[in-house]
């Protein structure tokens, strides 16, 4: 999507000097920085550390990472050792070891010297299915919010939370592509942007992402959501996930459940996009199963903004000895969910309309 009129995406790999580059998006909306890739070290720190982050990107990044490793060295015992290391890095995204076992199960019965180029080719087609895949969500998202519009003849008000939009995949983004669309269709449409605290993700990414293309929004804190759905001024709201169960359970940014609840109780779609690298088809149970990331204190404790010269600085806003529990992710159960945008259609958060994508 756009950055200053310019199209960009969150992760590519440049043949001319056989380098993977990334946006490094703890910068923005501050600095768009575009870093290399170079070591698996590098990788690791690089979804660790959220220089890359978002269910589908953290997968893309993980085969890139693994082509990083196979340029060290294309031994099976040391690339198995690279994907372990890999995988460890962030629990709750399925993408990551969906995309580690794609690679892994594609190089098994090769050659050594077939090995690197292989995981290269593979690297590169999980990347442009990413790509295709968000454009349908899009697509038919854009099928939702346009009867909508047919219906209310008015500008729609999507609540989204977290982000899931372009710097979440690699472009056009998963919950805001049906947004993007729908602008391009010239829909008349309104974003409410959730903080989404701790890391601010919404107030840093998605309105960065919105105003670049021009799309009317406005940021609110996580807690304002229930009282503009009572007021109507949300006509529909929806989500990413990064990862749901094969019960239709859907595993998302914390928070999540909270609105989804709020938006049952006051009968407002409740729509998440789904791809399918984001389903884990061996959990059954997303509220019971699904692992939960806890984070790092500091996040929680301490707030990172501009000051008065411009200049990044982080501050602490809570007493001196506070411990803060940081739990990234929550689950909000299938039946708040009134159905899953994925690639291959709109379909029931269900068991049986989930195997069916097989
Ligand atoms: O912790 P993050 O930033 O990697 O979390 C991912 C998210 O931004 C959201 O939960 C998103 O809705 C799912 S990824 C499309």
Excluded at 224 to 249: A, E
């Amino acid at each position: 999507m756009l950055v200053n009129d310019k199209h960009l995406t969150t992760i590519w790999y440049e043949e001319k000097i056989d380098k993977v580059k990334i946006i490094d998006q703890r910068l923005i909306p501050f600095e768009l920085k575009i870093i290399e890739l170079n070591t698996v070290d590098e990788v690791c720190y690089a979804i660790k550390e959220m220089q890359v982050r978002g269910a589908p990107l953290i997968g893309v990044t993980a085969a890139y990472g693994m082509y990083i490793a196979s340029k060290e060295n294309a031994n099976i015992e040391f690339l198995e050792n690279a994907s372990k290391r890999i995988n460890a890095t962030r629990p709750t995204a399925v993408n990551l070891s969906w995309a580690l076992s794609e690679v892994m199960n594609k190089i098994a019965d090769l050659k050594v010297e077939q090995t690197s180029k292989k995981i290269l080719e593979i690297a590169n087609q999980i990347r442009q299915d990413d790509i295709d895949n968000c454009k349908k969500i899009g697509e038919y998202g854009y099928e939702l919010i346009k009867k909508i519009y047919e219906i209310k003849n008015k500008p729609i008000n999507i609540l989204t939370h977290c982000n899931a939009g372009w710097l979440a995949t690699v472009d056009w983004g998963t919950a805001l592509a049906p947004v993007f669309f729908a602008h391009k269709k010239n829909i008349p449409l309104h974003v409410w942007v959730d903080e989404t605290r701790p890391r601010n993700q919404g107030f840093s990414l998605t309105s960065w992402e919105l105003i670049n293309e021009k799309i009317p929004n406005s940021l609110i804190v996580d807690n304002v959501g229930g009282h503009l759905m009572q007021q109507n001024k949300i006509d529909i709201c929806i989500t990413g996930t990064d990862r749901t169960s094969s019960n239709g359970d859907v595993c998302n940014k914390i928070g999540t459940y909270l609105k989804a609840l709020a938006a049952y109780d006051n009968n407002i779609p409740f729509y998440v996009s789904a791809p399918i690298s984001s389903i884990d088809f061996k959990i059954e149970n997303g509220v019971r199963d699904i692992p939960i990331e806890e984070r790092d204190s500091k996040e929680v404790s301490h707030i990172t903004g501009l000051d008065e010269n411009n200049k990044l600085k982080t501050v602490k806003i809570v007493p001196e000895g506070s411990y803060c529990a940081n739990f990234a992710f929550d689950v909000t159960p299938a039946k708040y969910i009134t159905k899953l945008i994925t690639e291959k259609g709109i379909i029931g958060a269900n068991y049986k309309s989930i195997s069916s994508l097989k």
